[in-house]
């Protein structure tokens, strides 16, 4: 038996590693987008507290598992920013990207602080970013254009200090100097408002971009999930929607839309990104989890683009869908894996589900629509069904924005490494100074180190997938109440913060933000190396 398990563990990671490739190059794709970020947002009369909030699942083994912390600057007249082209590169140790430079933009006077992830996500002005690709059509994909969704989102965060205020900005600048990348949703949140920002390029060889923005109401939740969500559009009410002059001119120019029909940006721009079941089904969960009583059907293909919640949703309950793999409803991929003994009966393994449970993929017979396509062969390689949790998150990020805190307090990124199932969020402060030197070291392009922070949680993640039905619980054990502690004691920290802050010493008010953010940064970094160990030495003789 234990010749069985460790050949199941040698083909899960086979899998992966296969996976891991197919997840890269979207030419490579049909039917959906591998790279699939997932997002939430929330208004703020939506959120426990009043928090404005967007997020991110960096679901891409391939971007970087570096973050730092990049101070506001101010530039000389003249400067410029290099702008890039992000390209698979397979000559590290383990895939990653390399960025080409393709030209430059002006520079501004003052650029603001930001966090420094791979898709840069919160300035010191509160301004927090999330994102998720959707793909769209191929042909308006254009290499004349200088920029890219990381760049867009750089440029947001060292620029801007509202939604608004970058979603203007992002159109003047992709309609100068060009949109180069596929099809993107930003979700941009301030202290009072969030947007979903979608974007798809002008078309090949041109110089442009094509957008349209929706502001989530207050009181609702929204989500994107590699899917274009923006559907019917009314621009005489500029306070919900904003869009790109060209929005209806290059749609009717590419017979996307006729003039005698409805217009939905997603049919005309994107319209197999509404016929994925990776998507739309992660689309149905998050709705279903936050607002229950709508009894929203899982195998719609529409669903609102936002939604009042039934109570008001707190951190926890955003962590708990992060988390989520469709347990308890018939897509649950941690169910036991059915098998034949040797008189031809259907018998279930005794074993708890030796695969990751977002992984079954057909093995279950779930139908899904995550698929490649060889395009010399044209022969279809099926990959099935997913769930918001996923084995190749890079890292995840939830943002609070909060108008009734001095911006040194009220941004917070809530931050995790690797899978978020097997995960903890810790807080990094908009305004802290530095972060750990493990999440500033590079892991993934170098290979495996003890140095760096998401080798901690990659390496506890991956074992804990070889036996998800056990080792789950020896890892929730660990981090449910160090996640509870942490979210329970954010409102007396902050109110220690707060009155520092109000004896006139807001420097010292960063110095004591960042001492903490650290402290938690490297306790859960050492918990994570500390778990792999005892997973290690736990299961050793049960692989």
């Known amino acids: 038996m234990k010749k069985i398990l460790k050949l199941s563990f040698t083909l899960l990671l086979s899998f992966s590693f296969i996976n891991s490739n197919y997840a890269q190059d979207k030419s490579d794709w049909k039917g959906g987008v591998p790279e699939g970020c997932t ?180 009181d609702h939740v929204a989500c994107n999930v590699n899917a274009s969500t923006i559907k019917e559009i009314d621009l005489s009410k500029p306070d919900y929607f904003m869009a790109s002059e060209n929005i209806y001119d290059v749609a009717k120019e ?109 093995i279950s017979n779930v139908s899904g629509g995550w698929y490649h396509v060889d395009d010399e062969t044209g022969h279809i390689d099926f990959l099935g069904e997913r769930t918001i949790a996923r084995w190749y998150t890079m890292y995840a990020t939830i943002i609070q924005c909060r108008d009734w805190l001095p911006d040194e307090i009220g941004g917070v990124v809530w931050l995790a490494q690797d899978n978020v199932a097997t995960s903890i969020y810790v807080p990094v402060y908009a305004s802290v100074t530095d972060i750990p030197l493990s999440y500033k070291t590079p892991g993934r392009v170098n290979g495996f180190t003890r140095e760096s922070a998401w080798w901690a949680f990659n390496r506890m993640g991956t074992m804990t997938a070889q036996r998800w039905g056990d080792m789950r619980y020896d890892i929730d054990a660990v981090w449910n109440p160090m996640q509870k502690e942490l979210f329970a004691n954010q409102k007396t920290f902050e109110e220690s913060a707060l009155k520092l802050y109000k004896k006139n010493k807001p420097q010292k008010t960063i110095n004591y933000l960042t001492k903490y953010s650290n402290k938690w940064g490297t306790t859960v970094v050492d918990k994570a190396w500390e778990l792999g160990d005892f997973l290690w030495t736990k299961y050793d003789e049960k692989f």
């Open 39 to 218: 997002s939430i947002t929330v208004g703020k009369l939506a959120s426990v507290d009043g928090s404005v909030i967007t997020s991110h699942t960096d679901d891409s083994h391939r971007t970087r598992s570096w973050m730092d912390v990049r101070p506001a600057k101010d530039h000389k007249a003249g400067a410029m920013v290099p702008m890039y082209k992000r390209t698979a590169d397979n000559t590290k140790a383990m895939p990653a990207y390399k960025h080409d430079k393709i030209g430059e933009i002006p520079q501004v006077e003052h650029t603001y602080q930001f966090i420094n992830t791979a898709y840069p996500c919160m300035n010191d002005k509160q301004l927090g970013i999330g994102e998720s690709t959707f793909g769209g059509r191929d042909e308006l994909q254009s290499d004349a254009g200088l920029i890219d969704c990381q760049r867009l989102c750089q440029l947001m965060v060292e620029r801007c200090t509202t939604a608004r205020e970058a979603i203007k900005m992002a159109g003047e600048l992709t309609e100068k100097y060009g949109w180069n990348d596929y099809g993107e949703v930003l979700t941009i949140a301030d202290p009072k408002e969030v947007w979903h920002f979608e974007i798809v390029g002008p078309g090949k060889d041109k110089v442009g971009a094509v957008w349209v923005a929706q502001r989530v109401p207050d």
């Open 254 to 362: 590419n017979d996307y839309w006729n003039e005698s029909e409805t217009f939905q940006f997603c049919y005309a721009y994107a319209p197999e990104s509404r016929q994925a079941i990776g998507s739309r089904r992660r689309e149905w969960r998050i709705f279903d989890l936050l607002a229950p009583s709508l009894h929203l059907d899982p195998n719609a293909e529409n669903y609102p683009f936002s939604v009042k919640p039934d109570k008001k949703v707190s951190l926890e309950d955003l962590v708990m869908v992060f988390k989520d793999y469709y347990e308890g409803t018939p897509y649950d991929m941690t169910r036991s894996i059915k098998s034949t003994d040797k008189e031809g009966k259907s018998v279930i393994s005794p074993l708890a589900n030796p695969f990751m449970p977002y992984d079954q993929l057909a």
